[in-house]
């Protein structure tokens, strides 16, 4: 099998965000046969259909994303909801014909937040896949809360038992996405 290429999507813009952090672990983290690759979404303007040429920072996140054979989703929880950014970025993909970046791809998530973590903004990110038709993965579930040591100064993971929950989380997702990819000619 050829390698699984995840791509990492973060909603939060911020330089020391801790879900980038989260998606840093992960991605030096990944199993034997998978990687993952972060996308930038912080030049993505917000999707408006009379912008007619695409702009160069969503042709990037497009080619991203039609080499993935699946997703990764940092979701911050910002007012009990999806932060925008990660949103725009699936609206602006949605709005491709046929829904052909992210259609019949698995997905995972995870986020770190207040005191429920991001459970709220990964509910309403499950509600918005179930459109999208991305095959979310249940467990493990990953979230956190940024606030009690989770996290050194430079926003990297340092709490062992949530490291360890990804690194479960990345084994499940390797082996849910193997259930759903095509093979290549």
């Given at each position: 099998?050829?390698?699984?290429?995840?791509?990492?999507?973060?909603?939060?813009?911020?330089?020391?965000?801790?879900?980038?952090?989260?998606?840093?672990?992960?991605?030096?983290?990944?199993?034997?046969?998978?990687?993952?690759e972060?996308?930038?979404?912080?030049?993505?303007?917000?999707?408006?259909?009379?912008?007619?040429?695409?702009?160069?920072?969503?042709?990037?996140?497009?080619?991203?994303?039609?080499?993935?054979?699946?997703?990764?989703?940092?979701?911050?929880?910002?007012?009990?909801?999806?932060?925008?950014?990660?949103?725009?970025?699936?609206?602006?993909?949605?709005?491709?014909?046929?829904?052909?970046?992210?259609?019949?791809?698995?997905?995972?998530?995870?986020?770190?937040?207040?005191?429920?973590?991001?459970?709220?903004?990964?509910?309403?990110?499950?509600?918005?896949?179930?459109?999208?038709?991305?095959?979310?993965?249940?467990r493990?579930?990953?979230?956190?809360?940024?606030?009690?040591?989770?996290?050194?100064?430079?926003?990297?993971?340092i709490?062992?038992?949530?490291?360890?929950?990804?690194?479960?989380?990345?084994?499940?997702?390797?082996?849910?996405?193997?259930?759903?990819?095509?093979p290549?000619?």
């Amino acid at each position: 099998m050829e390698n699984l290429k995840i791509l990492g999507l973060c909603g939060s813009l911020r330089k020391k965000s801790t879900n980038m952090g989260m998606l840093r672990y992960a991605r030096a983290h990944v199993p034997e046969g998978m990687t993952i690759e972060i996308a930038d979404l912080s030049h993505i303007p917000f999707y408006n259909e009379d912008i007619k040429d695409k702009p160069s920072s969503v042709e990037a996140l497009f080619q991203q994303m039609s080499e993935a054979d699946g997703f990764l989703f940092a979701c911050p929880e910002y007012n009990y909801s999806i932060a925008p950014a990660l949103k725009n970025a699936l609206d602006w993909a949605s709005r491709e014909p046929s829904n052909l970046l992210l259609n019949d791809k698995p997905a995972a998530m995870m986020g770190a937040g207040g005191g429920m973590g991001t459970s709220r903004a990964q509910y309403h990110l499950r509600q918005v896949c179930v459109f999208l038709n991305l095959h979310l993965l249940n467990r493990p579930e990953v979230f956190c809360n940024a606030f009690a040591n989770t996290f050194n100064e430079e926003s990297e993971l340092i709490d062992p038992k949530i490291q360890q929950l990804i690194e479960q989380q990345l084994i499940a997702l390797k082996a849910f996405s193997q259930k759903w990819q095509v093979p290549k000619n």
